[in-house]
């Protein structure tokens, strides 16, 4: 038995807290059973984006006729652009492995932690297998996978998910996705950009169902015109004959209140698609599974994510958890904000509860689509009374200039305090940042904005301008149409 002060469960955000420990002369384990730097640095985030930016490039040379500009692309080497950012993203999981093997307070362990009792670790199938250790204080920061919904047949097709996916060398002739979400949306982009024939089969009506519900309609609008897009579809079977993949799925109907019950549509009329690769985008679930937690005092909600109190602690005593695992936001910006607040609260005098609010998410899609605070239909949802005002990027200067296509909705309460703001269109990614900071550090209201000078003619004028007009009352009872 080895004991330590500080284990930390995945190379992920949970490094932010081990190296405070460290800094601090605590000594620390790091169990992780794959490449070092968790899912956004090896096959999430970090490709998926670097490999985005490829396809807006192509994209901007496709378009540069509007412009009246005659280009044509010679060459794609795909091959090339993915082994290249693969390689990159495989130095920098190497110089974490580096960092933890030269330094005299971290131990790094290869394998999968399985637990033993509360801060007891047992590695299993890796390098380590079979060493066990003890600690202090213990984080469980071992993410998320790609779900893998029951689909009759899955198990016996060859099918990709997110990972297998950004390691592709040539796009497939013709791809199916199965899911709506962002992960089918960034990844569609990118396939269909560089030729692939792309059908997309999600089981809500409109893609990105998290995003607020006009701007999913627009997006989805969108991505009709470019892509086959089949919402409002579950697939119930697959198989594969000859290198072909058969997806077959039938309609898919969400409750409307206490008429209809969610679920197949078992004598509806059924959608059969072909395709040469499956990409399954159908969310994620936790590693828990994987940790025997049942030798634990940890609570997992009926998910599999891990419980946790206002301040990231689990219900056993010196154990700590967050990232993907504990299913907030799944998103790396919330990881590393967690990470800051589960240093502090563990090092800390005082603990301080994890702020969620003002939690930005985006879609590096094309268009893009970014957002934060209250949708909408939340809003609705709740019965709030609040106001709504949406601008065009067309109907600014630069956004003119652009041929950019696309808007700002903004969401606020009677007072002017910003509950919410979404936008699809260019450099959504960006643009949301102003109003992030106007919630969080600003008073969180519209003047924040409206009285900032913005630079003319600047794209964020777009957003000065969704804060400046006249916004239409919605929710509280009323209802209000565009």
């Known amino acids: 038995m080895e004991e330590f002060d500080f284990l930390v469960i995945g190379s992920g955000s949970g490094l932010d807290v081990a190296n405070v420990a460290a800094n601090r002369g605590q000594s620390v384990a790091v169990v992780e059973k794959g490449p070092l730097g968790g899912t956004c640095l090896n096959r999430g985030c970090i490709p998926s984006k670097q490999l985005l930016y490829h396809a807006d490039v192509y994209e901007t040379i496709e378009s540069a006729e509007e412009f009246h500009i005659d280009?044509?692309?010679?060459?794609?080497?795909?091959?090339?652009m993915v082994r290249a950012v693969n390689e990159d993203v495989a130095e920098s999981s190497e110089s974490i492995r580096?960092?933890?093997?030269?330094?005299?307070?971290?131990?790094?362990?290869?394998?999968?932690?399985?637990?033993?009792?509360?801060?007891?670790v047992e590695i299993g199938e890796g390098a380590d297998a079979g060493a066990r250790i003890r600690a202090e204080t213990v984080l469980i920061a071992a993410g998320t996978r790609p779900g893998i919904p029951a689909i009759d047949g899955i198990a016996d097709v060859e099918y990709l998910t997110s990972t297998e996916a950004l390691e592709l060398e040539?796009?497939?002739?013709?791809?199916?996705?199965?899911?709506?979400?962002?992960?089918?949306?960034?990844?569609?982009?990118?396939?269909?950009?560089?030729?692939?024939?792309?059908?997309?089969?999600?089981?809500?009506?409109q893609l990105l169902p998290a995003a607020d519900g006009e701007v999913a309609e627009a997006f989805t609008d969108q991505y009709r015109e470019r892509f086959?897009?089949?919402?409002?579809?579950?697939?119930?079977?697959?198989?594969?004959?000859d290198g072909e993949l058969t997806v077959e799925a039938l309609p898919y109907e969400y409750g409307d209140g206490d008429e209809v019950d969610p679920g197949v549509v078992e004598d509806g009329e059924p959608l059969t698609v072909a395709g040469d690769e499956l990409l399954v985008a159908a969310g994620r679930v936790p590693n828990t599974d994987t940790l025997n937690l049942e030798n634990t005092a940890v609570?997992?909600?009926?998910?599999?994510f891990v419980e946790t109190d206002e301040y990231l602690r689990t219900d056993a005593e010196g154990v700590w958890a967050l990232g993907d695992i504990v299913g907030e936001y799944l998103l790396k910006h919330s990881a590393n904000h967690e990470a800051q607040a589960v240093a502090r609260n563990v090092f800390?005098?005082?603990?301080?509860?994890?702020?969620?609010?003002?939690?930005?998410?985006?879609?590096?899609?094309?268009?893009?689509?970014?957002?934060?605070?209250?949708?909408?239909?939340?809003?609705?949802?709740?019965?709030?009374?609040?106001?709504?005002?949406?601008?065009?990027?067309d109907e600014t200067a630069?956004?003119?200039a652009m041929h950019a296509e696309g808007f700002v909705k903004v969401l606020i309460d009677l007072e002017g305090e910003i509950l919410g703001c979404h936008i699809v269109g260019p450099d959504a990614s960006t643009l949301i940042q102003e109003v992030v900071t106007a919630m969080t550090a600003g008073s969180g209201t519209v003047r924040d904005i409206?009285?900032?000078?913005?630079?003319?003619?600047?794209?964020?004028?777009?957003?000065?301008r969704a804060f400046s007009g006249q916004f239409s009352r919605g929710g509280g009872g009323h209802h209000h149409h565009h």
Do not use: C, K, W
């Open 398 to 400: 630069r956004g003119d």
């Open 98 to 120: 580096n960092g933890l093997q030269s330094s005299d307070q971290h131990r790094l362990f290869e394998g999968e932690a399985r637990f033993v009792d509360d801060r007891t």
């Open 170 to 205: 040539e796009p497939p002739d013709r791809l199916v996705i199965v899911g709506g979400g962002y992960i089918a949306a960034e990844l569609g982009q990118f396939f269909g950009t560089f030729g692939s024939d792309v059908t997309i089969v999600g089981r809500r009506p």
């Open 299 to 304: 609570e997992t909600d009926e998910e599999g």
């Open 71 to 80: 280009a044509t692309v010679e060459t794609v080497d795909f091959a090339e």
């Open 348 to 393: 800390g005098d005082e603990p301080e509860p994890v702020d969620y609010s003002a939690m930005p998410f985006a879609v590096f899609a094309s268009p893009e689509v970014a957002g934060v605070g209250a949708t909408e239909g939340e809003l609705r949802a709740e019965g709030r009374e609040y106001a709504t005002n949406t601008y065009r990027y």
């Open 228 to 241: 086959d897009v089949q919402t409002g579809y579950a697939v119930t079977e697959v198989s594969e004959a």
């Open 450 to 464: 409206r009285e900032s000078i913005h630079v003319h003619p600047a794209l964020p004028e777009v957003v000065q």
